[in-house]
């Protein structure tokens, strides 16, 4: 056998093309003997079939049919987004154009850590991270591997600004990400402020700024993610002024409403953050990553600012060489605003507003209809594109099991969320070609996983 074949260079689209044709083959083969959204059987069963099919992994002699086997079993095994059943998390369908981007960014394989190594990536970038950060009403935008290392990142930034003595307030309702960012930057033990009706209370915020001592830095959230709901922006955004607290908002559900003429008013107050997060693998029809921190005053990214020699010299960097290391605190970086930026690129705000406008509406068809249906409990209307429900009369713990009947039978995923000290069943809306009768059929699924739970 001669040197496997490269992506990139000259041959490389040839060379790629049969391979495509065994993926696409393979993810044909593996989605029909799925058939669902997950896999039947459980955690054991899809262990067994990924174990067989890996056989093993380093062998002494490769195996030419190795991609067709492992894409076959990956999507045989897949919890598949684009299934209208697979309704769980913020976990979308990514959109096949975007998904074409991506393999350009992996056969090209630009890493953005210096300009010699992604001459027209790390432009594009440049483009591409000042029009979202203009979305929000930022100066600039770094790009991040999600919500997490954006919060990760808005805490960084807000400790250097203000030092060590920095004290978070967060909604009790904001991600983990959020009070795990504190402990990643050494600060001191972050306050929760109550959140009892599921978004961050503004008196109660008031009141936390007046008692603690700063300097503070609060993080609100836009678009929850147990419901989906978003924290009354204008009114945290005026206290936050009032105190002199720095103000984060993890915007990386809600922030796609930003595409929408619609919902975008949901976000007034965003403009007012000095950091945004905003996630477009989540509200943006993404493969994972796409995420951003949108920064309003640029001169927070000083703090980014690093030097090794092998990638950013003075030298290079006085002649004009753009210095992108501090631009992240990762090092190689692959080029995700590709795909980001093909997507809106194909289409534009409008199509995209759409998409949004879509998966919206399909949240509140999916409330009416469980609002009207006398065996299921509607937590509230949607803000965005959740829905929190339960089976009426039902146990935490029957919920909970009925969940995972669904599960291992691979009949549909929805998640789980506490809200009123009760367990729901969550459906997190995201695919955009679910039809009505897909909704439906989802709660005949709970309805008869039920059943078998329900003491005769
Ligand atoms: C509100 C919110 N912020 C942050 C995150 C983390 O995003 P990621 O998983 O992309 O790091 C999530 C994930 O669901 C989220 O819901």
New binding site residues.
């Given amino acids: 056998m001669g040197l496997p074949p490269l992506a990139s260079g000259p041959h490389g689209p040839d060379t790629l093309r049969p391979l495509l044709d065994t993926v696409l083959d393979a993810l044909r083969t593996g989605t029909a003997a799925r058939g669902g959204p997950l896999p039947a059987g459980g955690p054991d069963a899809v262990t067994a079939k990924v174990t067989k099919a890996a056989g093993e992994l380093l062998p002494d002699h490769g195996d030419p049919d190795a991609l067709h086997t492992l894409v076959t079993a990956l999507a045989e095994g897949a919890a598949d987004p684009a299934h209208p059943l697979c309704a769980a998390?913020?976990?979308g369908p990514p959109l096949a154009v975007a998904t074409a981007a991506d393999l350009a960014a992996s056969a090209l394989n630009p890493s953005l850590d210096s300009w010699d190594q992604a001459p027209a990536a790390s432009a594009l970038e440049a483009l591409l991270t000042h029009a979202l950060a203009r979305e929000t009403g930022a100066t600039d935008a770094l790009v991040?591997?999600?919500?997490?290392?954006?919060?990760h990142l808005a805490v960084l930034l807000a400790r250097e600004t203000h030092g060590a003595g920095l004290r978070l307030l967060h909604g009790a309702n904001?991600?983990?990400?959020?009070p795990r960012a504190a402990w990643l930057a050494g600060l001191p033990e972050p306050v929760a402020v109550p959140a009892p009706a599921g978004t961050l209370d503004p008196a109660a915020l008031d009141e936390a700024l007046t008692r603690i001592p700063g300097p503070h830095l609060v993080i609100a959230?836009?678009?929850?993610?147990d419901a989906g709901l978003i924290d009354p922006l204008p009114e945290i955004a005026g206290r936050c002024a009032a105190h002199g607290a720095r103000l984060h908002v993890?915007?990386?559900?809600?922030g796609g409403l930003l595409f929408s003429d619609r919902h975008r008013p949901k976000l007034t107050g965003l403009e007012a953050a000095d950091t945004v997060?905003l996630?477009l693998?989540?509200l943006g029809w993404q493969p994972?990553?796409a995420?951003l921190l949108t920064v309003t005053d640029p001169d927070d990214l000083a703090a980014l600012h690093h030097h090794a020699d092998y990638l950013n010299a003075d030298d290079d960097t006085d002649a004009g060489l753009p210095d992108l290391l501090g631009r992240s605190p990762r090092t190689s970086r692959r080029p995700d605003i590709l795909k980001i930026a093909v997507t809106l690129k194909t289409l534009g705000r409008g199509g995209l507003g759409a998409l949004v406008d879509e998966v919206c509406a399909h949240a509140e068809r999916f409330a009416a209809l469980i609002d009207t249906h006398p065996a299921f409990e509607l937590h509230a209307p949607p803000t965005i594109s959740t829905v929190l429900f339960r089976p009426a009369h039902a146990t935490d713990t029957t919920v909970a099991a009925v969940r995972r009947t669904l599960l291992t039978t691979g009949t549909a995923v929805l998640g789980r969320a506490r809200a009123d000290d009760r367990l729901w069943l969550k459906a997190t809306l995201l695919n955009p070609h679910t039809q009505p009768g897909d909704l439906a059929a989802l709660l005949t699924h709970v309805e008869s996983a039920l059943e078998g739970h329900t003491p005769r």
């Fill in positions: 998390h913020l976990h991040t591997t999600g919500g997490t290392e954006s919060n904001a991600h983990h990400s959020v959230t836009a678009g929850t993610t993890d915007a990386a559900y809600g997060a996630d693998h989540k994972i990553a995420g």
